[in-house]
């Protein structure tokens, strides 16, 4: 299994972080792509993956994940591929929808019907592939038009595409496109703009199961990840958290150190390869490092 760490938080310094992680023994390093949310201000999606690449030298960079309702494909390749020259072959770009209603609208953009932001994110990421392998790309659809002829800089090893997939239309249109799936599988605790708690709350063990096997009947090869919420600690906000969690499919990820590895333990007996850890407090990473990264 390998695991990746999440930086959510625009007040640490991403490369003493990176350096920090790298040292642990942590596979990968990811940041999220948000304005803000109403806890918190969040660190610059390029900036950051650019920072932490240039102050680490072996563990790969990826964005969790760069949100199609801000940002032009064209951007997202063009970045993508300068960032894969900036980490010296270590990118991978993690590509997804977008879902969260508030920074939206507090920023001035209008935030598509759930429908649109699927639609609008089928669309981009064939954009986004043609461009990172050929550095061009002719499309016409119903949410963009694209001629684009020269795209730089051009590379024989393009950065692999990480698509996250939170429901059929997704994993049916968006998994062929991709070197690699993320599932997020509390997608129904952010269909309505937010994060809903009792939402994910009720989300059972079978949800993931079924996803999994829709991937696998799209394409049996592909490597398969999962976007975990979750935080590892014997504090009382842990523990509030997992009394809300209940015993359902994320009550697996919330609570002492040692429960949390026995979760991420189980979805590697599924099959999944890879676990991105966002959790809702940086100091669960350190808690779990011992657990799951061995000596």
Known sequence: M???????DVNVNPAEWGRRRE??????????DHFFTETRGFPHVWVTAAAMAQATS?????????NNLFRSPVEVAQAALQLQNVADGRF??????????????????????PRDRAGAFIESVQIVRQLLHTGACTFSGNYYNVDIDKLGPVTDSPPPLVGSVGGPRTVAHVTPHLDRVEIKASSASTRGGGLDLAAMAAIPDEHLIDMIAKVRAVNPNIEIGMFVLCNAGE???????????GDNLYSRFFGSPGHVAEGLAWLESLGVSRAQLSPFQDESLDRLAPLLLGD
């Open 2 to 8: 390998e695991y990746v760490t999440n930086l959510m």
């Open 23 to 32: 040292g642990q023994g942590w596979h990968v390093l990811s940041v999220a």
């Open 92 to 113: 991978e770009l993690g590509l997804g929808a977008g879902w969260a209603r508030a920074e939206m609208e507090q920023a001035g953009l209008t935030y598509p019907e």
């Open 235 to 245: 504090d009382e906000f842990t523990k509030n958290v997992s009394a809300t969690m």
């Open 58 to 66: 072996t563990i790969t960079i990826t964005t969790a994940f760069v």
